[in-house]
């Protein structure tokens, strides 16, 4: 066998959530219907049905998803400044050409109901994340660990906010500059 031949195709399912998030991600999980996802992702709608009995489901599984490939793609919370790293990479995702903002500030927005299924599963992230940011403070012995997440996440959470709103002309040039004054005025007094 060839080292150039391709890897495994991906499940249908993969197709599915893969095909889902990338319209969901671009144009609101509201404007895209089951059916369009169906047609570009190539399966029969049984086989949609068998993965994802609703789209609410697709949705929870696309945001489930999205969690786990930015756990992926954070630093590791060992580092010598856990939380200060996660924040300059947070900017860095931010400052990325591709980077539409915050596909769970997007599902709060589009589901405000809080007992949607949508709404609940990215509020459910986003409070893993705060508490994510209060293990780096700790690790990073800030002072007033909890503070320190908190002031970090709604700093992020505004980025998050400029990019989806500003686009590419997102005011982000200085954004690590200002998160680590942030992060600095919780450093501990030697």
């Known amino acids: 066998m060839s080292s150039d031949s391709?890897?495994?195709?991906?499940?249908?399912?993969?197709?599915?959530?893969?095909?889902?998030?990338?319209l969901f991600y671009r144009d609101g999980f509201r404007a895209i219907g089951i059916d369009r996802v169906i047609a570009e992702a190539e399966?029969?709608?049984?086989?949609?049905?068998?993965?994802?009995?609703s789209k609410d489901d697709l949705i929870v599984a696309w945001i489930e998803g999205s969690e786990a490939q930015g756990l992926k793609s954070a630093p590791p919370p060992d580092g010598p400044q856990p939380l200060t790293?996660?924040?300059?990479?947070?900017?860095?995702?931010?400052?990325?050409?591709?980077?539409?903002?915050?596909t769970y500030q997007v599902s709060a927005a589009e589901f405000s109901a809080p007992d949607h299924p949508a709404h609940r599963a990215a509020l459910a992230v986003k409070r893993r994340v705060l508490e994510?940011?209060?293990?780096?403070?700790?690790?990073?012995?800030?002072?007033?660990?909890?503070?320190?997440?908190?002031?970090?996440?709604?700093?992020?959470?505004?980025?998050?906010?400029a990019r989806r709103m500003f686009g590419a002309d997102a005011p982000?040039?200085?954004?690590g500059l200002a998160v680590q004054a942030l992060i600095d005025s919780f450093a501990r007094a030697s």
Request: glycine share 4%; aromatic share 8%.
């Open 43 to 53: 399966v029969a709608k049984a086989t949609f049905y068998k993965h994802f009995p």
């Open 6 to 22: 391709p890897g495994p195709s991906p499940s249908a399912r993969d197709r599915i959530l893969s095909v889902a998030g990338r």
């Open 172 to 175: 982000l040039d200085n954004a």
């Open 132 to 161: 994510a940011l209060s293990l780096r403070a700790l690790a990073q012995r800030l002072s007033h660990p909890q503070q320190a997440a908190e002031a970090v996440f709604l700093f992020l959470e505004g980025i998050w906010a």
């Open 85 to 102: 790293d996660y924040a300059l990479n947070m900017i860095a995702i931010a400052s990325r050409p591709s980077c539409l903002g915050c």
